[in-house]
C-alpha cells in the first residue's frame, strides 16, 4: 500500500512516502479500516521533531532546525518514551472497516467509523500509564489501510464526509475532555486561546453546547471566521493589554474557566483573570511549555489547575454522538494528497489556517 514513513526524528525529510508498505493484518481483536481521510495535528509534528523531550524548551516551530539538535530521543513521544521507526504517524481516521481479526463479529466488516486515537490497556483501560497513542506507540493512518483494536473503532452514522469527520478525534475529543476535567457548566464563562486551531475551534462549539458564554484569543486576521463560529466575544492576540481587553467583555471582568493549548509568556495573566476557584486547564503548550507561575495566584485564589490529555473513553463516544446529532461543525482548512504530506504539514505551522489540514490516501 502507499504511506509515509516517519525515519527518525526531524525535519520533513524523515518523512518518506512509499509505495511498497506492506498492507497491515489485524490482530485477533483487531479490525482493518480503509482510510477515507486521516487529519493533521501537532502530536504528529511534536513527535517527529522530539518537541516532547524535556531537553527541548522552545515553542512548537516544528523544523528539525538547531532549536531541536539537542531534543533527547529517549523521551521523544507524549508519554515520555523513545519512538520505534519506521512509523505511520496520523490519529484522526476516519474510513471503512474492510477485514476483521478472529475475535470480532464479522458483522463489523462495511461499516464507518472514526477512530478513538487513545490506545488503552484491555485489562486496565483506565489506569493511564499504560495508555499509548495512536500512529505513536503503533502505526496510524497516514497510509491507504491501518489497524486498530475492535473497541477503538467506533461506529459513526453521519451525513459528513469522511474529510470533514477526519477533523474531529484528536482537536474535539482533547477539547471535550478539557471541559469535562474542568466541569465547565451552563452560565460560566470561558477563555479559549488559539481559538483558530483545531483543538480551539472545537472548544468554542463545545462550550456553546455546555450553554457557556465564550471569550475566544485569535490572531486578528481571524477574528471573522471565528465570529461565524459563534464565539461570543473575540480578543486579537496583538492587543497590547490583555488582561485588560478580557476584562472588559468578561461578566465581573473575570472567568471561571481558562482552556489553554498555547502556553507561553502570556500564562501568568491568564491566571489573574480567573475568579477566586476559578479553573485553568491545557493540553498544549505552542507558545513554549516554559512558564512563571507565581503560587501566591494559585494558592490565594484557591484555584484549580488540570492537564489534558488521556481521556477517559466515553468522552469519545460523546463527541461522537454529538456529531452525529449534527452540534459540532467540521472546518476544513485544506486537503492533500498523501504524497504531499511536506506541504500539509508545512502550511499547519504556518498557522494561518482556520480549522483543520486533512490528508485523503
Not at 490572531?219 to 480578543?235: H, P, S, T, Y
Request: hydrophobic share 40%.
Amino acid at each position: 500500500m502507499r504511506g509515509v514513513h516517519l525515519i527518525g526524528n526531524g525535519g520533513l525529510d524523515k518523512l518518506v512516502v512509499r509505495n511498497d508498505i506492506p498492507v497491515p493484518v489485524p490482530a485477533p481483536d483487531e479490525v482493518l479500516i480503509e482510510v477515507g481521510a486521516c487529519g493533521v495535528n501537532n502530536t504528529d509534528i511534536n513527535t517527529r521533531t522530539a518537541w516532547y523531550s524535556k531537553t527541548v524548551t522552545t515553542a512548537t516551530s516544528g523544523g528539525g532546525s538547531e532549536d531541536f539538535a539537542l531534543a533527547g530521543t529517549d523521551d521523544s513521544t507524549w508519554g515520555g518514551s523513545g519512538l520505534t521507526f519506521p512509523r505511520i504517524q496520523g490519529a484522526d481516521v476516519a474510513g471503512h472497516i474492510v477485514a476483521v481479526g478472529a475475535k470480532v463479529d464479522e458483522s463489523m466488516i462495511g461499516e464507518r467509523v472514526v477512530v478513538d486515537p487513545w490506545l488503552r490497556d484491555p485489562e486496565e483501560p483506565e489506569d493511564r500509564r499504560f495508555a499509548g497513542y495512536f500512529g505513536s506507540e503503533r502505526d496510524g493512518g497516514y497510509a491507504e489501510y491501518t489497524t486498530v483494536p475492535a473497541i477503538n473503532a467506533i461506529h459513526i452514522d453521519s451525513n459528513l464526509s469522511d474529510t470533514e469527520l477526519a477533523t474531529f478525534p484528536c482537536s474535539y475529543s482533547t477539547g471535550e475532555y478539557m471541559l469535562t476535567r474542568a466541569r465547565l457548566a451552563e452560565g460560566e464563562t470561558i477563555l479559549i486561546t488559539g481559538a483558530s486551531g483545531g483543538v480551539g475551534s472545537g472548544l468554542i462549539q463545545l462550550a456553546r453546547a455546555r450553554g457557556a458564554r465564550t471569550i475566544a484569543i485569535v490572531g486578528k486576521e481571524k477574528i471573522e471566521a471565528i465570529r461565524a463560529l459563534g464565539a461570543d466575544d473575540i480578543i486579537s492576540r496583538d492587543e497590547t493589554d490583555l488582561t485588560a481587553a478580557v476584562r472588559d467583555v468578561a461578566p465581573n471582568g473575570e472567568v471561571e474557566v481558562v482552556a489553554d493549548v498555547v502556553g507561553g509568556e502570556n500564562f501568568p495573566e491568564l491566571l489573574e483573570l480567573l475568579g477566586r476557584g476559578g479553573r485553568y486547564v491545557t493540553s498544549g503548550a505552542i507558545a513554549g511549555p516554559i512558564v512563571e507561575l507565581d503560587l501566591r495566584t494559585l494558592y490565594l485564589n484557591d484555584l484549580e489547575m488540570w492537564g489534558a490529555t488521556v481521556m477517559p473513553r466515553e468522552v469519545f463516544v460523546n463527541l461522537v454522538r454529538l456529531i452525529e446529532r449534527q452540534k459540532l461543525r467540521p472546518l476544513v482548512a485544506g486537503t492533500f494528497p498523501l504524497e504531499d504530506i511536506h506541504a500539509a504539514q508545512k502550511e499547519f505551522l504556518e498557522k494561518k489556517h482556520v480549522g483543520n489540514f486533512v490528508i485523503v490516501p
